[in-house]
């Protein structure tokens, strides 16, 4: 779901309007925008239903793209989240082997195909293996 900020600030130039819903929830909102006509929400594409459209992107109208599997993994979509992972070790420390493994296993093949799993879209091995290397 948007926050109202993002709402006020971005999308209606800094005025909230009485027609703007904000929904707590993405499947909230996505429901919301599926009842509706000319709707427009925002919400991650885990929460994308057959009953909505998700939205095609670009500069022009020539190199919009929609935020497939690819185009998101490549970065050529435009609107995109990342998820980060934070440690708490001293600098030039190395990562305590417990937490090493479980960073393994999140940019591993199977790590990354459990995130698939969960409707998130997965780190190419090249881009898994480049963080990989940030904390060996």
Not at 31 to 45: D, E, K, Q, R, V
Not at 118 to 123: I, K
């Amino acid at each position: 779901a948007v926050s109202e900020q993002v709402v006020r600030d971005v999308l209606l130039g800094g005025e909230m309007r009485s027609t703007v819903i904000e929904e707590k929830y993405s499947n909230d909102l996505v429901a919301s925008i599926a009842a509706s006509n000319f709707s427009l929400g925002i919400a991650g594409h885990a929460a994308a239903t057959p009953a909505v459209k998700e939205l095609a992107l670009g500069t022009t109208r020539d190199n919009c793209l929609l935020p497939t599997v690819e185009n998101v993994r490549q970065r050529r979509y435009p609107l995109i989240r990342y998820y980060s992972l934070c440690i708490n070790r001293q600098p030039g420390q190395p990562v305590e082997q417990p937490v090493l493994e479980l960073i393994k296993f999140i940019l591993s093949a199977d790590g990354q195909k459990f995130a698939e799993g969960c409707q998130l879209f997965p780190l190419t091995p090249e881009a898994a293996w480049q963080e990989l290397q940030k904390v060996l």
